[in-house]
């Protein structure tokens, strides 16, 4: 696993923005319960990024199989805990309205896994349908 600077940049970038404008706001329960899902996911959102190293790509292409790690048990934990971090974002700042944005995102994510999915069935075969079998989304 090779640590990519660029992520770690953007991570603590994000971090940094995140915690200056939390700093300093009412402990009110949307506060509360967007920032325990929304810190975790950010943490496992990367932590998912690390682990895919130079397998990552903006457009679907096969280069590697990830198969530990986060990817041992979620095929897609990028888009899982990104949603995630998202979705804690939006009860943070306690604007329901912004849940509509779902309506976009999870069609979206689910498009983009199964063009990836076609293109790790192609060049993986038989160990990428394997490999399906034994996790989630």
């Not at 899902?37 to 959102?45: E, K, Q």
């Amino acid at each position: 696993m090779r640590l990519n600077y660029g992520t770690l940049a953007v991570a603590l970038l994000f971090a940094v923005v995140f915690a200056t404008h939390a700093w300093g706001k009412p402990w009110t329960v949307p506060h509360i319960v967007g920032l325990a899902v929304a810190v975790p996911s950010f943490l496992l959102f990367i932590l998912a990024r690390v682990q895919l190293g130079n397998a990552f790509s903006v457009e679907a292409k096969a280069t590697t199989l990830v198969t530990t790690g986060l990817y041992s048990r979620i095929r897609n934990p990028i888009y899982t805990f990104g949603a995630l971090m998202i979705l804690g974002v939006m009860i943070w700042v306690n604007r329901p309205s912004l849940l509509l944005f779902y309506v976009v995102l999870i069609p979206l994510q689910i498009s983009r896994s199964r063009q990836e999915e076609r293109v790790l069935t192609e060049k993986f075969g038989d160990a990428y349908l394997e490999y399906k079998r034994h996790t989630w989304f």
